[in-house]
C-alpha cells in the first residue's frame, strides 16, 4: 500500500459529508424538512424502492437520506465537481446501490454517461441556481427524457419571485442577520469550507481541480417557481407545482 493509499483509507469521509451538511444548514436552516417533504412525495409517487437519479449530487446528501429511509432504493449521483464526488465516493465506498458519474450538465450529451436509460425520480437540491434560463431549459429537456412516465422530477433550490420586492428585501435582512449571528458563534460557511478542503492531504489535489472548473463562485438565474413550472411543462412534463416553500427557497416537484 502506497502512502497516498494509506492517507485514503484513513480520511473520515464521514466527517467531511457532516461537515458540508452543516455549512449548508448555515444558509438553509430549514434544510432537513426540505429533503423530508422531497423524500414523502417519491414514496407517494414512485415507491419505496425506487431508482433515483441524484442530480448535481455533491458529498450525496439526497442519496444518503434515500439510504436511511428506503433501503430498497438505487441511486446514480452525478457532478462534475471533484473534490465532491471524492467525498461521495469515500462516504459509500462497497454499496453497490449506488453509482457515481463524472458529467458536465451543460454538455448536451451527458445523459449517455448514465447506466440507465430512465429513472423513476431526478432529485436535486441548491445545485442548479448556477445555471442561467437557456441552459437551464435545456436541461429540463434531459430531464423529461430521463424521467419514465408517472416518475417525477423535483428541484429544491432558490426561485426568487421579483414581483415581491419588499417581501423579498425583508425576508434576506432577517435571514442575514441570523446568519452573522451564527457565524459569529463559530458556523462554518462555503468558502471556510473550501479552505478547509483545500489544507487536507488528500482532497487538496481535487479541490484545486474543482477551482480551474468553476472559479471562485458563479450563480445564475434564479426565476420564479412559476418560471420552472411553465418551462418543465414545456419539455414535457404533465403537471408541475411547487410542493413546499419557505421564505426563499421551494421544493418544485414536475410529474411525467
Known amino acids: 500500500m502506497t502512502d497516498a493509499d494509506t492517507t485514503t483509507a484513513a ?18 436552516p430549514d434544510r432537513e424538512e426540505r429533503f423530508r417533504i422531497m423524500l414523502d412525495m417519491v414514496e407517494a409517487l414512485v415507491g419505496t424502492a425506487p431508482r433515483v437519479l441524484d442530480l448535481a449530487c455533491g458529498t450525496g446528501s439526497i442519496t444518503a437520506r434515500l439510504f436511511d429511509r428506503f433501503p430498497d432504493a438505487t441511486t446514480t449521483g452525478v457532478d462534475l465537481d471533484p473534490a465532491l464526488l ?28 448514465l447506466p440507465y436509460d430512465s429513472y423513476d425520480a431526478v432529485l436535486t437540491a441548491t445545485a442548479l441556481h448556477w445555471l442561467h434560463r437557456e441552459p437551464l431549459a435545456d436541461l429540463y429537456g434531459h430531464i423529461a427524457g430521463l424521467v419514465r412516465d408517472g416518475g417525477v422530477f423535483m428541484n429544491a433550490d432558490h426561485m426568487i419571485d421579483d414581483t415581491t420586492p419588499r417581501i423579498n428585501a425583508a425576508e434576506r435582512a432577517l435571514r442575514h442577520a441570523h446568519m452573522d449571528r ?23 489535489g481535487p479541490t484545486a481541480r474543482r477551482f480551474e472548473i468553476y472559479g471562485e463562485h458563479a450563480d445564475g438565474d434564479m426565476p420564479a417557481p412559476a418560471w420552472h413550472a411553465r418551462v418543465l411543462r414545456e419539455k414535457g412534463f404533465g403537471e408541475a407545482r411547487p410542493v413546499w416553500c419557505s421564505p426563499s427557497d421551494t421544493l418544485l416537484l414536475a410529474l411525467k
Open 182 to 204: 451564527a457565524r459569529a458563534d463559530g458556523a462554518v460557511d462555503w468558502a471556510d469550507w473550501w479552505q478547509l478542503a483545500a489544507q487536507d492531504p488528500v482532497l487538496a
Open 11 to 28: 480520511t473520515d469521509w464521514q466527517a467531511w459529508q457532516e461537515s458540508w451538511d452543516r455549512q449548508q444548514e448555515w444558509y438553509m
Open 86 to 113: 471524492a467525498i461521495a465516493e469515500g462516504t459509500f465506498a462497497g454499496d453497490d446501490r449506488v453509482s457515481f458519474v463524472t458529467a458536465d450538465l451543460k454538455d448536451p450529451e451527458w445523459p449517455a454517461k
